[in-house]
């Protein structure tokens, strides 16, 4: 499978636990993005790495999550102290960025579906 | 703040009916549109959309950008029920390299 790949498809935590989901984007892709979708919503931005570097983090990413993306390769998003608003789909995303020409088309992963009870 | 407003937010119609579905934006530096295709799962990619006035088609899906008026629309002709989905625009901001996405147009087309 060559597309994007999240870990795991769903997860089910009490709140108050930590969470960690795991993205492998497309190999050759240098840029990677988190995305978070409720029900009825579109995607909103988190966060987005080029190669190791987290480059930008949205507002919306309160110090209860970070991410990484340690090699340049896969990436991690854990939440801390999970809440009930933090049930949403968390989607990633991977793209190039090519020389002259910019970002080529951004790919999804399946997403992981989260749910804090 | 940069916003994406899509339209309608609902849409049904009868297997065989065209449809057009709008996407307009309000960004500080536009980069490019992009139209997405999401069922029950990840979003697909349909079409990224750089310049003004080129019809991007594949099958019986096409999608145009208007840069002067800062919208978009996406056409589906002879839809089929494999065409309910929500269809999401999302517009890629340059310098900050994301992409910001509307609400979405849900959708459905009966039998």
């Known amino acids: 499978d060559t597309g994007v790949s999240q870990n795991p498809r769903h997860k089910i935590t009490k709140r108050g636990q930590n969470v960690t989901f795991r993205c492998d984007p497309i190999?050759?892709?240098?840029?990677l993005y988190w995305y978070r979708q409720t029900l009825g919503q579109g995607p909103e931005f988190l966060t987005y790495?080029?190669?190791?570097?987290?480059?930008?983090k949205s507002r919306l990413l309160s110090d209860r999550f970070s991410a990484e993306r340690p090699k340049g390769s896969f990436s991690t998003l854990e939440i801390q102290r999970t809440e009930q608003g933090d049930s949403a789909m968390y989607l990633c995303?991977?793209?190039?960025?090519?020389?002259?020409?910019?970002?080529?088309?951004?790919?999804f992963g399946q997403g992981t579906r989260l749910t804090v009870v | 703040e940069d916003k994406v407003v899509q339209s309608p937010l609902s849409l049904v119609v009868h297997e065989g009916d065209t449809v057009t579905l709008n996407c307009s934006y309000e960004?500080?530096?536009?980069?490019?549109l992009l139209w997405y295709k999401q069922e029950k799962k990840a979003p697909t990619f349909l079409f990224m959309l750089?310049?003004?006035?080129i019809e991007k088609k594949s099958g019986r899906l096409s999608s145009i950008l208007d840069k002067k008026e800062l919208s978009s629309i996406l056409n589906i002709t002879a839809t089929q029920t494999g065409d309910s989905a929500i269809y999401l625009c999302?517009?890629?901001?340059?310098?900050?390299?994301?992409?910001?996405f509307g609400q979405g147009t849900r959708l459905t087309i009966n039998p």
């Open positions: 995303a991977s793209s190039r960025a090519v020389q002259g020409i910019g970002n080529t088309e951004a790919f």
């Open positions: 190999s050759e892709h240098n840029r």
């Open positions: 790495f080029q190669n190791e570097a987290q480059l930008e």
């Open positions: 960004v500080t530096n536009f980069r490019s």
């Open positions: 750089t310049s003004s006035g």
């Open positions: 999302a517009v890629l901001v340059q310098g900050a390299q994301k992409l910001v």
